[in-house]
């Protein structure tokens, strides 16, 4: 009996990694499509075709094209602070965190703007859903932030300081800054000058932060 339980929960485990893998082969696929074509435009038909799935088969994994294209916003998201982890990790000093967490973020959303160009056009009804990860994604970039400085006062390099207070307006002035750029270019996507004076003007504004920070010796 033991060894019918042990061999039918191997099955399942099987079942379930191989409908993961296929989840994680529908994600990959959709976001190009969606790139392509735009939200608006793509069907599940299109995504299928790509997959070499007909549309049905695609219920078995999504409710709908709008959970496909949740789920790419979360796989990115995973896939973005996985990025930071190991780019923050190692013998670096506080400093050259601040300044790898700006250019991680902007150089990974820069590589993913073909897909989030397509965030302007999705219906108004995602929008609520969509803002759900914008949150939480913010809220992980202060802790991680509040995480550097806080080191950085216990290593002896910062003064002493209200690491999440510094941490919560350091986010918001980056955020500030793409939403100016956004709006100064007057453009309904994100393109290279985007990415360009984002880093230029959030690293400016981070070095000056940083000499302030620092401990003279």
Do not use: P
């Amino acid at each position: 009996m033991d060894k019918f339980r042990t061999k039918t929960s191997k099955v399942r485990e099987t079942v379930v990694d191989s409908k993961e893998n296929k989840k994680e082969q529908i994600l990959k696929v959709a976001s190009i499509v969606f790139a392509k074509h735009g939200f608006n435009k793509t069907t599940l038909d299109d995504i299928g075709e790509q997959v070499g799935m007909k549309k049905n088969s695609l219920y078995h994994y999504f409710e709908n094209k709008e959970d496909i294209f949740l789920e790419i916003i979360g796989m990115d998201a995973e896939e973005y602070f996985n990025n930071l982890e190991k780019e923050l990790a190692g013998e670096i000093n506080s400093s050259e965190k601040l300044k790898r967490f700006v250019l991680v973020t902007t150089g990974f959303w820069k590589e993913k703007a073909n897909f989030y160009n397509l965030v302007t056009s999705v219906k108004i009804e995602m929008v609520n859903r969509i803002s759900d990860f914008y949150d939480v994604s913010i809220t992980k970039q202060k802790m991680l932030i509040n995480n550097i400085l806080a080191e950085g006062v216990r290593s002896d390099e910062f003064v002493d300081h209200d690491t999440m207070q510094l941490a919560e307006d350091l986010i918001d002035m980056f955020v500030s800054i793409e939403r100016w750029e956004f709006n100064r270019q007057k453009k309904s996507y994100f393109n290279e000058d985007y990415f360009n004076e984002n880093k230029r003007k959030k690293m400016n504004l981070l070095n000056l932060i940083v000499k302030g920070l620092k401990k003279t010796k």
